[in-house]
Protein backbone atom coordinates (compact mmCIF):
# COMPACT_ATOMS: atom_id res chain seq x y z
CA UNK A 1 0.00 0.00 0.00
CA UNK A 2 1.41 3.35 -0.90
CA UNK A 3 1.50 5.95 1.66
CA UNK A 4 -0.10 9.58 0.60
CA UNK A 5 1.81 12.28 -0.72
CA UNK A 6 1.59 15.27 1.39
CA UNK A 7 1.43 18.83 0.60
CA UNK A 8 5.26 20.34 -0.12
CA UNK A 9 4.65 22.84 2.54
CA UNK A 10 3.68 20.28 5.25
CA UNK A 11 6.92 18.23 3.89
CA UNK A 12 9.14 21.05 4.57
CA UNK A 13 7.86 22.22 7.90
CA UNK A 14 8.32 18.63 8.73
CA UNK A 15 12.31 18.77 7.31
CA UNK A 16 12.59 22.18 9.36
CA UNK A 17 11.43 20.69 12.55
CA UNK A 18 13.53 17.47 11.72
CA UNK A 19 16.72 19.38 11.22
CA UNK A 20 16.29 22.00 14.70
CA UNK A 21 15.52 18.67 16.33
CA UNK A 22 18.97 17.39 15.02
CA UNK A 23 20.59 20.91 15.70
CA UNK A 24 19.22 20.90 19.43
CA UNK A 25 20.40 16.87 20.20
CA UNK A 26 23.86 18.21 18.97
CA UNK A 27 24.74 21.03 20.28
CA UNK A 28 21.97 21.43 23.09
CA UNK A 29 20.73 24.74 24.79
CA UNK A 30 23.54 26.53 23.26
CA UNK A 31 22.91 25.67 19.83
CA UNK A 32 19.49 27.24 20.71
CA UNK A 33 20.67 30.68 22.16
CA UNK A 34 23.17 30.97 19.10
CA UNK A 35 20.37 30.60 17.41
CA UNK A 36 17.77 33.19 18.69
CA UNK A 37 21.11 35.45 18.88
CA UNK A 38 21.51 34.97 15.52
CA UNK A 39 17.53 35.75 14.17
CA UNK A 40 17.63 38.64 16.57
CA UNK A 41 21.16 40.20 15.23
CA UNK A 42 20.34 39.74 11.90
CA UNK A 43 16.83 41.36 12.17
CA UNK A 44 18.29 44.26 14.23
CA UNK A 45 20.66 45.02 11.17
CA UNK A 46 18.39 44.23 8.61
CA UNK A 47 16.47 47.40 10.42
CA UNK A 48 19.78 49.67 10.93
CA UNK A 49 20.78 49.31 7.02
CA UNK A 50 17.39 50.40 6.41
CA UNK A 51 17.68 53.45 8.92
CA UNK A 52 21.50 53.96 8.64
CA UNK A 53 23.00 52.77 5.69
CA UNK A 54 26.78 51.76 5.47
CA UNK A 55 27.05 53.41 9.12
CA UNK A 56 25.06 50.40 10.71
CA UNK A 57 26.61 47.76 13.42
CA UNK A 58 24.85 44.82 14.82
CA UNK A 59 23.80 46.23 18.43
CA UNK A 60 22.32 42.99 20.03
CA UNK A 61 25.06 41.83 22.66
CA UNK A 62 26.44 38.30 22.02
CA UNK A 63 25.66 35.73 24.78
CA UNK A 64 28.53 34.08 26.28
CA UNK A 65 28.63 30.88 23.75
CA UNK A 66 31.21 28.72 23.19
CA UNK A 67 33.42 29.11 19.47
CA UNK A 68 31.74 26.31 17.89
CA UNK A 69 28.52 27.76 17.89
CA UNK A 70 29.73 30.20 15.47
CA UNK A 71 28.79 27.49 12.69
CA UNK A 72 24.85 27.75 13.88
CA UNK A 73 25.23 31.50 13.66
CA UNK A 74 26.16 30.84 10.23
CA UNK A 75 23.48 28.38 9.57
CA UNK A 76 20.76 30.73 10.43
CA UNK A 77 21.77 33.60 8.59
CA UNK A 78 21.97 31.40 5.45
CA UNK A 79 18.36 30.28 6.07
CA UNK A 80 17.60 33.58 6.53
CA UNK A 81 18.31 34.47 3.47
CA UNK A 82 20.72 37.19 4.17
CA UNK A 83 22.63 39.78 2.15
CA UNK A 84 26.64 39.74 1.98
CA UNK A 85 27.05 42.88 3.92
CA UNK A 86 24.17 41.58 6.64
CA UNK A 87 25.89 38.31 7.17
CA UNK A 88 28.97 40.57 7.14
CA UNK A 89 28.09 42.71 10.24
CA UNK A 90 26.26 39.85 11.98
CA UNK A 91 29.43 38.05 12.20
CA UNK A 92 32.72 40.80 12.63
CA UNK A 93 30.04 41.35 15.90
CA UNK A 94 29.91 37.47 16.53
CA UNK A 95 34.03 37.53 15.71
CA UNK A 96 34.35 40.80 18.28
CA UNK A 97 32.60 38.81 21.45
CA UNK A 98 35.30 36.27 21.20
CA UNK A 99 38.57 38.15 20.68
CA UNK A 100 39.05 38.50 17.25
CA UNK A 101 38.89 41.61 15.31
CA UNK A 102 37.39 41.42 11.79
CA UNK A 103 37.23 43.84 8.98
CA UNK A 104 34.39 43.93 6.50
CA UNK A 105 35.43 44.59 2.58
CA UNK A 106 32.63 46.37 0.26
CA UNK A 107 33.50 46.29 -3.30
CA UNK A 108 32.17 46.72 -6.65
CA UNK A 109 33.05 44.03 -9.90
CA UNK A 110 35.72 45.05 -11.87
CA UNK A 111 34.07 44.34 -15.20
CA UNK A 112 31.34 46.29 -16.75
CA UNK A 113 28.09 44.84 -15.94
CA UNK A 114 24.49 45.94 -16.59
CA UNK A 115 23.05 46.84 -13.24
CA UNK A 116 25.18 47.77 -10.08
CA UNK A 117 26.04 45.35 -7.66
CA UNK A 118 28.60 45.35 -5.17
CA UNK A 119 29.89 42.67 -2.75
CA UNK A 120 31.40 42.34 0.95
CA UNK A 121 32.86 39.85 2.79
CA UNK A 122 35.39 39.50 5.99
CA UNK A 123 39.06 39.98 5.06
CA UNK A 124 41.33 37.07 6.49
CA UNK A 125 38.08 34.64 6.85
CA UNK A 126 35.90 34.72 3.34
CA UNK A 127 37.50 33.87 0.45
CA UNK A 128 39.26 36.47 -1.20
CA UNK A 129 37.41 38.27 -4.00
CA UNK A 130 40.05 41.34 -5.42
CA UNK A 131 40.33 39.52 -8.45
CA UNK A 132 36.89 40.23 -9.74
CA UNK A 133 35.92 43.03 -7.72
CA UNK A 134 37.61 46.61 -6.74
CA UNK A 135 37.43 47.37 -3.04
CA UNK A 136 35.81 50.80 -2.36
CA UNK A 137 35.74 50.90 1.38
CA UNK A 138 36.62 49.15 4.52
CA UNK A 139 34.52 48.91 7.57
CA UNK A 140 35.99 48.23 10.68
CA UNK A 141 34.90 47.13 14.04
Given at each position: ??????P??LR???G???R??R?L??RGP?G????R?A????A???????RE??????A??V???????R????????E?????????????????????E??????V???A?????AH???R??????HDR????????P
Amino acid sequence: MRRPVRPPALRDVRGRLRRWRRVLRHRGPQGSRARRWARGSLAAVRADLAREGMAARCAVPVPALPGWSRVVVERVLHEQDATCLQRCLVLQAWFAAHGREAEIVVAVPTAAQPEFTAHAWIRGYDRDEHDRYRELTVLRP
